[in-house]
């Protein structure tokens, strides 16, 4: 079993910027990509970033040149740096991780709880 724990969302004015942090605990795992998505009220959650333990990334359209990812693979850790945040910002960002079970080989998805992120105008 996996947990993860997201931090660093709150209210921050237009232009600004916030980090938000995702931390990844249990054992007898395998992490392989990271991620970032967000939700919207009344919108589909979409992906936001999204990097692979070699350190590839991957953006969303709306967010290029803004929004920085980076993972720390020897604390389980990613982050998402976003900077010159825009009202359509505001959202509810998840963290996502997909591992691979060392002894049964399986692999799954891993949800965090959300964290609110709020731009005002």
């Known amino acids: 079993q996996v947990q993860l724990v997201e931090s660093g969302g709150g209210l921050v004015q237009t232009g600004g910027s916030l980090r938000l942090s995702c931390v990844a605990s249990g054992s007898g795992f395998n992490i392989y990509p990271m991620a970032w998505y967000r939700q919207a009220p009344g919108a589909e959650r979409e992906m936001v970033a999204k990097?692979?333990?070699?350190?590839?990334?991957k953006y969303g359209d709306s967010v290029k040149g803004r929004f920085t990812i980076s993972r720390n693979n020897a604390k389980n850790t990613v982050y998402l740096q976003m900077n010159s945040l825009k009202p359509e910002d505001t959202a509810v960002y998840y963290c996502n991780v997909h591992v691979i079970d060392i002894i049964e080989r399986e692999e799954y998805d891993y949800w965090g709880q959300g964290t609110q992120v709020t731009v005002s105008s």
């Open positions: 990097i692979t333990s070699d350190l590839n990334t």
